[in-house]
């Protein structure tokens, strides 16, 4: 399945997705400067990209045509980014947001379960960064395989699995 190249183009479904599922501003009483939907967008470009947030603050600064896209004037501070990523990933959130990607999935005829049960793991522990020589060394000292260590936080894991979702998704989207 091929997967979207266009940056702006997740950047502007991942807008108009959390538009569908996220509320306007997180508290009534903060400073409206950015909307939820927007943040989310922003870090999707992030994740996208692999930034920092530094860096990804630096990209939307150089990218006005993407912020007003998203109707921005001006790119979030990294650290108005850093704290969007704890407010806007809590569970509830993101369950909706899944599950409005699970429909839009099923009307395009992309998730097809009919004789293959859909799994994912969500432990967010990664093999691959051990080499076989490390593995081999191990076993044959019986030491057994240590356990795998994490390598990034489960929000962090719960961001990559929508970004990558959204962009399997971004072809079905007609342009503008």
């Known amino acids: 399945m091929l997967t979207s190249r266009s940056p702006w183009k997740v950047l502007v ?12 501003h997180s508290c009534k009483f903060s400073r ?12 999707v470009v992030r994740e996208f990209f692999g930034l920092s947030f530094r ?15 998203i109707g ?10 850093w704290r969007a990523l704890d407010a806007l ?3 509830r959130r993101c369950q909706r947001m899944l599950d409005l990607l699970a429909e839009l999935f099923a009307k395009a005829r992309l998730l ?4 293959k049960p859909l ?13 076989a020589h490390y593995d081999r060394r191990c076993r044959r000292n019986g030491a057994g395989l240590p356990a795998a260590q994490s390598s990034m936080r489960p929000k962090e894991m719960m961001l990559r ?16």
Do not use: K
């Open 13 to 24: 479904v991942a807008y108009h997705l959390a538009r569908r599922t996220l509320p306007a």
């Open 161 to 176: 699995v929508l970004v990558h979702n959204i962009t399997l998704l971004c072809d079905q989207f007609p342009e503008g």
């Open 72 to 81: 921005l004037r001006h790119a979030p501070d990294h650290n108005t980014l």
């Open 119 to 131: 799994a994912v793991d969500s432990t967010c522990f990664e093999q691959r960064h051990r080499s």
């Open 112 to 115: 097809t379960l009919r004789h």
């Open 55 to 69: 860096r990804a603050e630096a990209l939307l600064a150089d990218s006005p045509a993407w912020l007003a896209e």
């Open 32 to 43: 409206h400067d950015f909307t939820l939907a927007q943040l989310f967008a922003c870090l």
């Open 89 to 91: 990933l809590a569970r």
